[in-house]
């Protein structure tokens, strides 16, 4: 996740491309966590994207892009659902982060009230973490129900809300003429842990957290997987008695005071007792109880002003410390992290957490066998935040750093007045594992079918020891090898094959050259060309490029000075993998697929897969790793496999290389 270096009036052109990096980075993300339910990043990284993304935007506001995720919000733009205006708006709620913002909440309606008349009754009830939606009857009989969206127009997911148990289909004679309820579904936190117990059987990726689950649930296109989700419904919104009556649920926890102080009295009771809830909350709501006032106070254009959300701070609990390891980064740095029992808490379960340093071991006492308070506030990285020392068992003792790396046992170094430690071994198998995985990701040279499970074993088996072994790695003996079938040895073949004509920012990238991330990856490639230029680069030659501060300059210029370095690139060369830049400069006119997302699979036969990326993107098109409901087309060639599954549980139409030349031509497909 590298940031933008831009501190020049000139450098529109590397903050567009920035921005349009960013554009398609958020959404590839947004739609594994929304779309596939199956995030590949961590929240918190997520979040740095999108603060980059709307920094950037805001400094030069003339470069935003109309189709920027920030301009859409709420994803309703390519959705495979028909849309829904929602009569009345589905707003949003205020928020009250502690007690003295809550009463002076309460002053300010009951000051809006301008006649006597007294607030006489709050409802309280739990604010629930799932997916608002709307669902509507007519006659009695339930016809539509639809996700809140950008507040205005939701998504028809009739069908999928259709298989919720909880959801009455038909209500009883006295239901209104028409009636439309509002309420949260929601995924019980046993049947998400059920759920990812069944996932884990299949070896399919878990999911994140129940809330999340629960909104790619109720987005999928087969109402038989939501079907299979379990997922559960609170109503919340029309007179509760009068819901309940009607055969909603309604949560037991909700309840009416007459007496402001009980109100107070209510939230410190629902924050003791969150956690042996068999769902997730994240607040209070707290409502003005009479539909007269309600009315009177009406709501801004975001959220009603009769009603407030409690946001609950973010959960802590406690678990046993089991021991204290340290893991081995690709750059060789130690990282102390605690290993958990696991634990459930700010929406997963927990087995593991950083404890960042040597110093904060140290700082936090935390030891083995220690009952340990770890809170994950919002969605960041879990953290144990402190001991309980009142519980701490007899025989416990701090924590000393290990001396040496636990992979390569070499000495581990600590350079004084710095709060890292490293394992300074070049050949330390944990670092080698790391270089290759990240040279071989997606992000970096993309070869498909080189996961991380297997860059452990052709490590360990001793046929890989540094990045350029890839491009002579024994086919016959991983053919012995169990697990690898005839297919998957020649796919494995030919996405090597592929990669040694590479673009050469993504070679750069994958080279982990400290301080290059994929933009300033991109700007050494474009100034560069290729290999055998840099082999010979010179300061001067780096320093003339605008974009490139002077230490980024300076951390390039020594790495290619490094004789060690020098030597991979030289092996690489001799073992044919000679990438070529990519320019990245569009001609107006040929932007066919502008806004079309086409993903290659299969192998082509008259262009490399790589080739036909670098088509789609030259004209305006996106080709992400996967396939998902926002894909417009798959373009697939012989042995296309599980992409093709993907593309039929889409509906996303398939295409062949005729196909897709006719769309490069023409911008459609043949009639
Ligand atoms: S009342 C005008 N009651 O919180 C909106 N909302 O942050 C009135 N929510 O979009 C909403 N539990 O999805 C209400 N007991 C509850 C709720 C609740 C969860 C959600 C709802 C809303 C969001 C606002």
Same mark, same amino acid.
């Given at each position: 996740m590298v940031k933008g270096n831009f501190s020049d009036e000139d450098d529109d052109d590397k903050a567009l491309s920035r921005l349009s990096e960013l554009g398609e980075l958020i959404r590839f993300h947004n739609d594994l966590y929304h779309g596939q339910g199956v995030p590949e990043i961590l929240d918190s990284d997520f979040d740095l994207l999108w603060r980059e993304l709307l920094d950037l935007e805001k400094k030069y506001p003339h470069l935003a892009d109309p189709n920027s995720p920030s301009a859409t919000v709420g994803g309703r733009k390519n959705t495979p659902f028909a849309e829904v205006k929602h009569h009345v708006p589905m707003q949003s709620l205020d928020n009250a982060f502690d007690k003295d913002q809550l009463s002076s909440w309460t002053d300010k309606v009951q000051r809006r009230l301008e006649t006597e008349q007294k607030i006489s009754a709050w409802t309280c009830e739990l604010k629930f973490d799932g997916l608002a939606v709307s669902i509507r009857y007519e006659k009695g009989q339930l016809v539509q129900a639809a996700t809140r969206g950008d507040g205005f127009i939701g998504e028809d997911v009739t069908e999928n809300v %259709?298989?919720?148990? #909880?959801?009455?289909?038909i209500l009883g004679k006295e239901a209104p003429e028409v009636l439309e309820v509002r309420g949260e579904v929601y995924l019980g936190i046993e049947a998400f842990n059920a759920l990812n117990h069944s996932r884990a059987s299949l070896n399919e990726p878990s999911f994140a957290n129940p809330r999340n689950t629960a909104a790619g649930s109720l987005r999928q296109k087969d109402s038989k997987v939501t079907a299979s989700r379990n997922l559960s419904f609170w109503a919340y919104q029309i007179g509760a008695t009068w819901l309940k009556s009607l055969g909603f649920p309604i949560n037991e926890h909700a309840k009416k005071f007459t007496d402001f102080k009980e109100v107070v009295s209510y939230i410190e009771n629902i924050e003791n007792m969150?956690? #042996? %809830?068999d769902y997730e909350i994240d607040g209070v709501v707290i409502k003005v109880d009479d539909l007269v006032l309600q009315k009177q106070l009406g709501t801004t254009a975001r959220a009603p002003r009769w009603a407030i959300a409690y946001k609950l701070p973010p959960e802590e609990r406690t678990t046993r410390l089991i021991d204290i390891e340290v893991s081995i980064g690709p750059g060789g740095q130690a990282t102390p992290f605690a290993k958990l029992e696991p634990v459930f808490v700010g929406g997963s379960t927990v087995g593991t957490a950083t404890l960042h340093n040597a110093d904060q071991v140290k700082e936090k006492d935390v030891r083995p066998g220690d009952l340990v308070v770890v809170r994950k506030a919002g969605d960041v990285i879990p953290e144990v935040l402190r001991p309980v020392i009142s519980e701490r068992p007899a025989n416990t003792r701090p924590w000393e750093f290990p001396t040496s790396c636990p992979a390569c046992k070499e000495q581990l170094e600590r350079t004084e007045g710095e709060a890292a430690t490293f394992c300074n071994n070049y050949e330390c198998p944990r670092q080698i594992r790391g270089r290759i995985e990240h040279f071989v990701s997606r992000g970096a040279m993309d070869i498909e079918g080189f996961g991380e499970q297997r860059v452990d074993l052709f490590v360990s088996e001793g046929l890989i020891n540094d990045v350029s072994d890839i491009f002579r790695i024994d086919f016959e003996r991983i053919s012995e090898m169990e697990g690898f079938g005839e297919l998957s040895v020649t796919n494995l073949k030919n996405a090597i094959e592929e990669a040694r004509s590479m673009d050469l920012g993504r070679l750069l990238f994958g080279l982990?050259?400290?301080?290059?991330?994929t933009t300033v990856a991109q700007l050494i490639s474009e100034n560069f060309q290729d290999l055998e230029v840099l082999k010979k680069v010179q300061m001067q030659d780096l320093e003339v490029i605008d974009g490139l501060g002077p230490k980024i300059a300076m951390s390039v210029f020594e790495w290619f000075t490094n004789e060690r370095n020098v030597d991979l690139i030289s092996r690489l060369q001799h073992l044919g993998v000679n990438p070529k830049s990519e320019s990245l400069l569009l001609d107006d006119q040929d932007k066919t697929l502008l806004g079309m997302t086409i993903v290659v699979t299969g192998r082509l036969q008259g262009l490399s897969r790589e080739e036909a990326r670098k088509i789609i993107k030259e004209r305006g098109g996106k080709s992400p790793g996967s396939v998902s409901a926002k894909t417009t087309y798959l373009l697939a060639g012989e042995g296309g496999g599980s992409k093709l599954e993907q593309a039929e549980k889409f509906d996303v139409p398939v295409i062949d290389e005729t196909a897709f030349e006719n769309l490069i031509k023409n911008g459609n497909l043949p009639k």
């Open positions: %259709l298989t919720i148990s #909880d959801v009455p289909k969150r956690h #042996d %809830l982990r050259i400290p301080h290059v991330g």
